[in-house]
T-cell receptor, first 113, second 115 residues
Framework: GESVGLHLPTLSVQEGDNSIINCAYSNSASDYFIWYKQESGKGPQFIIDIRSNMDKRQGQRVTVLLNKTVKHLSLQIAATQPGDSAVYFCAERENSGTYKYIFGTGTRLKVLA | AAGVIQSPRHLIKEKRETATLKCYPIPRHDTVYWYQQGPGQDPQFLISFYEKMQSDKGSIPDRFSAQQFSDYHSELNMSSLELGDSALYFC??????????????FGPGTRLTVL
């Protein structure tokens, strides 16, 4: 049964529209950031990543924006499709001598037909 | 392509019992991470191993221990299980953490239910 994302913030988007999912990260020492997509009953799946020395990176239909000044990360999905419906997590990699990944609170994306 | 393999996929235990979860990383990946994901929660980092040595430690209870073996597979041992240990446990693998783009690949998870 569904156990992921029972009480997560939800973003509802019309099919074909663009989606923007936001994430605030906690550690200014974090040097690497990843967006993951998690579908029900599955493990997180890599979508796109960005280094701390960049502010924008584009993939196929996805763009990640990084604003280090306010410690904010966003994921933009162009022309959202029903298959994009999932929970999306951002993760930051803390670099304090060793590497530790911290996940942010997920956002559930619902694509409306 | 080969992915991260976790076993078992589902496990039911009684309180105070022990459980062992196994993770087989993607071939050539030498780093393994363990995460715990409770219902409606984000994945919480537990522990990681690089080249068979503990690399970093997160919010892993003292009742839990883990190790990485010579073939790079890893096992998470959980003792004195509590109801609150019921969760999805994910293993992820990657190349050595010093590689900048060390994308983590996640396994399908083990769903642990403690009764």
């Amino acid at each position: 049964g569904e156990s992921v994302g029972l009480h997560l913030p939800t973003l509802s988007v019309q099919e074909g529209d663009n989606s923007i999912i936001n994430c605030a990260y906690s550690n200014s020492a974090s040097d690497y950031f990843i967006w993951y997509k998690q579908e029900s009953g599955k493990g997180p799946q890599f979508i796109i990543d960005i280094r701390s020395n960049m502010d924008k990176r584009q993939g196929q239909r996805v763009t990640v924006l990084l604003n280090k000044t306010v410690k904010h990360l966003s994921l933009q999905i162009a022309a959202t499709q029903p298959g994009d419906s999932a929970v999306y997590f951002c993760a930051e990699r803390e670099n304090s001598g060793t590497y530790k990944y911290i996940f942010g609170t997920g956002t559930r994306l619902k694509v409306l037909a | 392509a080969a992915g991260v393999i976790q076993s078992p996929r589902h496990l039911i235990k009684e309180k105070r019992e022990t459980a062992t979860l196994k993770c087989y990383p993607i071939p050539r990946h030498d780093t393994v991470y363990w995460y715990q994901q409770g219902p409606g929660q984000d994945p919480q980092f537990l522990i990681s191993f690089y080249e068979k040595m503990q690399s970093d430690k997160g919010s892993i209870p003292d009742r839990f221990s883990a190790q990485q073996f010579s073939d790079y597979h890893s096992e998470l041992n959980m003792s004195s299980l509590e109801l609150g240990d019921s969760a999805l446990y994910f293993c992820a693998s990657s190349l050595r953490p010093e590689t900048f783009y060390n994308e983590q690949f996640f396994g399908p998870g083990t769903r642990l239910t403690v009764l």
